[in-house]
């Protein structure tokens, strides 16, 4: 008798992600999964660089002052790694606290997970930029 109703009403029996409805809570779930991977990977590649960089002889060349292309380009690539980890720390850690609170029972209703979501997002946004621009104060400073 359900499989008829099924059938009638032209439901699936399971959602499938053609037809799902993406709403904030799982897209902050899935980047929450996203960033513990890449905070992962990025102390991999933090203690790589350090080790690298600490047992680097230095022989006094001309290639620490060089103004070649590929070194603006590696500047920005690392400069873009590096905010890049800031945020996923930053989400990862509001988003943290928001589980925190999901474990003992409280934000579960949609309005507030919806905010919550919405709040962790701007949050880390902005925890991201105001530690960008105190980076970049005391540099210039």
């Known amino acids: 008798m359900s499989k008829e109703k099924n059938q009638i009403k032209k439901a699936p029996t399971s959602p499938h992600l053609q037809i799902y409805r993406w709403n904030v809570s799982s897209l902050t779930s899935i980047f929450h999964r996203l960033t ?4 992962y990977f990025s102390v991999i590649a933090i203690s790589w660089y350090i080790i690298f960089f600490t047992y680097q002889i230095n022989t006094g060349d001309i290639s620490e ?3 070649c292309p590929m070194t603006v380009i590696m500047n ?9 980890i800031l945020f996923s720390l ?6 943290g606290i928001r589980h925190l609170f999901w474990d003992i029972g409280k934000g579960f209703e949609k309005e507030t997970a919806t ?7 701007i949050l880390s946004f902005l925890l991201t930029a105001i530690t960008i621009g105190t ?3 005391f540099k210039y400073t």
């Open 90 to 95: 930053f989400f990862h850690f509001c988003n």
């Open 135 to 137: 980076v970049l104060y």
């Open 36 to 39: 513990g991977v890449a905070l």
């Open 76 to 84: 920005f690539i690392f400069a873009a790694a590096g905010i890049a």
């Open 65 to 67: 002052s060089c103004d």
């Open 115 to 121: 905010t919550n979501g919405i709040l962790v997002i």
